[in-house]
């Protein structure tokens, strides 16, 4: 959404997530996101781990997802604790550069914004993120959902 430089809008406000992930909250409704924040990246989500995989460095996507289960089994993973997210259901993964409002609508010169679903059950997570050099060829970020009670 554009905003008119002088009232944050949602854009602006997902830029300025400074950790790794972060949740905000868009639209008149009030609904929450959830940002994977720190730089651009080639992204997926991991259902049977309610994990966001971010590719920062990796020789294959089969090395990628490899070295992400390697950190998500790893009990002395370091993770950063980003908010808890309140979700309605299914989500959808998308560039927070295009408007939600905007995903179904063909481009004028063609083509359809990305998105990608997310198989997520309603509830309350926890959110937490990780950064990880797993070895020499595979850096990993990870966005994990925990559920909460309550």
């Known amino acids: 959404m554009a905003g008119d430089a002088t009232v944050a809008d949602d854009y602006d406000r997902a830029c300025a997530v400074a950790d790794l992930a972060g949740v905000i909250t868009v639209g008149e409704d009030g609904a929450q996101v959830l940002v994977l924040a720190d730089e651009p990246a080639t992204s997926c989500y991991l259902p049977g781990s309610r994990a966001f995989l971010r590719w920062s460095a990796a020789r294959s996507e089969i090395s990628l997802r490899a070295a992400a289960g390697a950190v998500l089994a790893d009990p002395a993973t370091v993770w950063g604790e980003c908010g808890i997210w309140v979700s309605d259901g299914p989500a959808v993964l998308m560039d927070s550069a295009e408007a939600g409002s905007d995903l179904g609508i063909e481009y004028p010169g063609g083509g359809m914004p990305a998105q990608a679903s997310v198989p997520l059950p309603a509830g309350r997570w926890r959110v937490r993120a990780t ?8 850096w990993v970020g990870l966005v994990h959902l925990l559920p909460t009670e309550s």
């Open 131 to 138: 950064h990880k050099k797993v070895d020499e060829e595979n």
